[in-house]
Structure formats: C-alpha cells, structure tokens
C-alpha cells in the first residue's frame, strides 16, 4: 500500500543551526502534506498545511519563518527548522495525501536541540 | 470551536476485556472521524474511521459508537490484547474528499494498557 517516508528518523543538533526534515510519498503522488508536532505524552498539532507548488498555510502561532516549509513536486516535502533552540525539540510527523489515495502518516523525526 | 476532548487519559485493561475510549466535539461542520493507534516513536497508524451518517462501524474488534446529536463517538476494543496497549487518539475534520481532507484535529490521547 501507499507509504509516506520521513528522513531523518532522528536528530541532534546544536542551538543556532538550521535542520531539514523531508517526508516522501513513495507511490502516490501527494498534493498536499501536513505537518505535525507532537510533544511528549501529549497530542499531535497541526503546524502548516502545504500544497503542492504553492506557499504553505501555517496554524495560528506557528512562526512561518521559523518553521519554512517546501513543497516543489508532489512527492517530496521538507520542514526546515531554522535557528534552532532547545524549545523547538519535539516530535515532527507529517501526513500526505493526492487523488484517490487515503491519508497516509509518516513515522515521525525526533529533534533534539542541544 | 475546533477542539476535540477525548477521556480518559489513561486506562488500563485486562486480556480479553473491553477497551472504551471516548471523544465529544463542538464543530458541527466535522464529517470525518477516525480513530489512530500510535506506538512510541512511531507515527500514527489509522485504526478505523466513521462519517456521521452511519451510527456504528465495525473492523474485527474495533467499533465505533457515533451519536451525531450528542457530537460525541467513541472507540470500542473488544477482546482487548496486550499488544494493543499504545496511544489512541480520536480525530475529526471536515470537507471529506474536498481540500480541508486531511487536516485534522486530535484528541488529547488515551494511554491503553492491557494487562496479560
């Protein structure tokens, strides 16, 4: 079946540095992805939406510069989290979707800002 | 508007017995309602889900309860295993098949553990 790939699965970082999440739709091409945070023992939140080819939609209180999201073809979309601080660690999932496909979650990279 | 409560926090089971989790909403335009299973370090896995024109859907030993005037459904384990203990956690959107699809709003989780 349809399977949403994220890459890393895991990240340490220093404070002050930018890092990369991709998340991948491996047989389906995804028109829109979502992007999750999840602390521990607590919910997901939904942080932006992203269509293919335009601008993310980000939630109230998400910092869009903060957190820039990229989704240039319709099977790869990233989450950068630039100048990254120890708040910013957390669980980031994210969800695809395109067509007759279902939603599918990827299985999440967990950031550690040291 | 957009919250979803779910209860309990935490529950725990006996082998064989029946899990029951429950969630109410207060968005009257919500028309999609699944139910995730989420295993530590894991992202969530899509259990079974329920549109509001039908009262009660069941996959083997998963149902779920919808009572559209009460804006509330909820997720029954019959026969529960350990291997179901995780994080369940209830969802909700709206505009099914539309662009809003896939957006969706989380319940707080219940964490489910089945004892042998």
């Known amino acids: 079946g349809a399977v949403v790939s994220q890459h890393p699965s895991r990240v340490i970082c220093k404070s002050g540095t930018s890092v990369k999440i991709e998340c991948r739709s491996l047989?389906?091409?995804?028109?829109?992805m979502f992007w999750y945070r999840q602390f521990p023992k607590k919910s997901l939140m939904l942080m932006a939406t992203s269509n293919e080819g335009s601008k993310a939609t980000y939630e109230q209180g998400v910092e869009k510069d903060k957190f820039l999201i990229n989704h240039a073809s319709l099977t790869l979309s990233t989450l950068t989290v630039t100048s990254a601080h120890p708040e910013d660690s957390s669980f980031y999932i994210c969800?695809?979707?395109?067509?007759?496909?279902?939603?599918?979650f990827g299985n999440g990279t967990r950031l550690t800002v040291t | 508007q957009q919250q979803v409560k779910q209860s309990p926090q935490s529950l725990i089971v006996q082998k064989g017995g029946i899990s029951i989790i429950n969630c109410a909403y207060e968005?009257?335009?919500?028309?999609?309602f699944p139910w995730y299973q989420q295993f530590p370090g894991k992202g969530p896995a899509l259990l079974i889900a329920i549109r509001p024109d039908v009262s009660e859907k069941k996959e083997g030993r998963f149902t779920i309860s919808f009572n559209k005037s009460a804006k509330q459904f909820s997720l029954h384990i019959m026969d529960s295993q350990p291997g179901d203990s995780a994080t369940y956690f209830c969802a909700a959107s709206s505009g099914a098949g539309g662009t809003s699809y896939g957006k969706l709003t989380f319940g707080q989780g219940t964490i489910l553990t089945v004892h042998p």
């Open positions: 969800s695809a979707r395109g067509g007759a496909s279902p939603l599918h």
């Open positions: 968005n009257t335009a919500f028309d999609y």
């Open positions: 047989d389906f091409q995804a028109t829109t």
